[in-house]
Nanobody, 122 residues
């Protein structure tokens, strides 16, 4: 079994910062892509950042220069450092992890965390 758990959300003022964590645990052989998405009320879920197993990162223009994704492979954990936060960053943030399980090393499966609320007050 595999679990993905996010943490680090909360309430912050405009211009503030938060660091989200995404910890994967269980029967993990390796982790490929890790990514963060967000979903604001009434809007579609959107990609915020992703990072490959080779540490290549991508960001949409809306967060480029403000958000940084990273990973610690030894801990099976990913991070999203968010700075210069704006009210429009308010959303539930979800982590997705593409995991190769020990029992099936030819395939990778995408797992999602439960989400963590980020609220930026103006």
């Amino acid at each position: 079994q595999v679990q993905v758990v996010e943490s680090g959300g909360g309430l912050v003022q405009t211009g503030g910062f938060l660091r989200l964590s995404c910890a994967a645990s269980g029967s993990i052989f390796s982790i490929k892509r890790m990514a963060w998405y967000r979903q604001a009320p009434g809007k579609q879920r959107e990609l915020v950042a992703d990072i490959t197993s080779g540490n290549t990162t991508t960001y949409p223009d809306s967060v480029k220069g403000r958000f940084t994704i990273s990973r610690d492979n030894a801990k099976n954990t990913g991070y999203l450092q968010m700075t210069s936060l704006k009210p429009e960053d308010t959303a539930v943030y979800y982590c997705s992890v593409d995991i190769v399980p020990i029992a099936s090393r030819d395939n990778a499966y995408r797992y999602w965390g439960q989400g963590t609320q980020v609220t930026v007050s103006s």
